[in-house]
T-cell receptor, first 114, second 112 residues
Framework: NAGVTQTPKFQVLKTGQSMTLQCAQD?????MYWYRQDPGMGLRLIYY???????DKGEVPNGYNVSRLNKREFSLRLESAAPSQTSVYFC?????????????FGPGTRLTVT | GENVEQHPSTLSVQEGDSAVIKCTYS??????FPWYKQELGKRPQLIID?????GEKKDQRIAVTLNKTAKHFSLHITETQPEDSAVYFC???????????FGKGTHLIIQP
């Protein structure tokens, strides 16, 4: 049981480049989330997905798109990266809505945009 | 939307003493309050959580208290040990939207 996995672990982009961060979970969870963590800040919710085929905006969605490809996978896309998107990105999953149980985090992707 | 305030930002205690970290939240509909520990370069790990139908929960040296009327909750760590040194985050959820709203974190330093 790998839990929540993320790829890549590290990435450096130039301003304007695009990339997709991948996330997968093997716990048969319905809900999946993307957060970003900046220095001195807590995690902030970018997007979430309550079930396959549905996605909703979180606190800081601007500049990002997401896809819930199937129950296991939830990807985050930066179409035109900006230095302000330099951050550590965490994917998470939970069995149902957050009030129903623990949220499990992936190991994170450290992204630098120059 | 929800707003979570966390204090203090840094807390230094002697090994063996107790540590208390406090959080307030703004959305009265929130009903789930987890605490996470994060070591440098690692993912957040859940250490304890509480739901709004409970006022206190304890797990060995860690306890959390919740005051729904005042909209604040606290983490208590007793008999602190060097391995307790980390950044601790409070969070709230279960209100209107899914997902968690996090505080900005407390860097807990255990002095030998």
């Amino acid at each position: 049981n790998a839990g929540v996995t993320q790829t890549p672990k590290f990435q450096v982009l130039k301003t304007g480049q695009s990339m997709t961060l991948q996330c997968a979970q093997d716990m048969n969870h319905n809900s999946m989330y993307w957060y970003r963590q900046d220095p001195g800040m807590g995690l902030r919710l970018i997007y979430y997905s309550a079930s396959e085929g549905t996605t909703d905006k979180g606190e800081v969605p601007n500049g990002y798109n997401v896809s819930r490809l199937n129950k296991r996978e939830f990807s985050l896309r930066l179409e035109s990266a900006a230095p302000s998107q330099t951050s550590v990105y965490f994917c998470a999953s939970s069995e149902g809505p957050i009030s129903s149980g623990e949220q499990y985090f992936g190991p994170g992707t450290r992204l630098t945009v120059t | 939307g929800e707003n979570v305030e966390q204090h203090p930002s840094t807390l230094s205690v002697q090994e063996g003493d107790s540590a208390v970290i406090k959080c307030t939240y703004s959305d009265s509909a929130s009903n789930y309050f987890p605490w996470y520990k994060q070591e440098l370069g690692k993912r957040p790990q859940l250490i304890i959580d509480i739901r709004s139908n409970v006022g206190e929960k304890k797990d060995q040296r860690i306890a959390v208290t919740l005051n729904k009327t005042a909209k604040h909750f606290s983490l208590h760590i007793t008999e602190t040990q060097p391995e307790d040194s980390a950044v601790y985050f409070c969070a709230s959820g279960g209100g209107g939207a899914d997902g968690l709203t996090f505080g900005k974190g407390t860097h807990l330093i255990i002095q030998p």
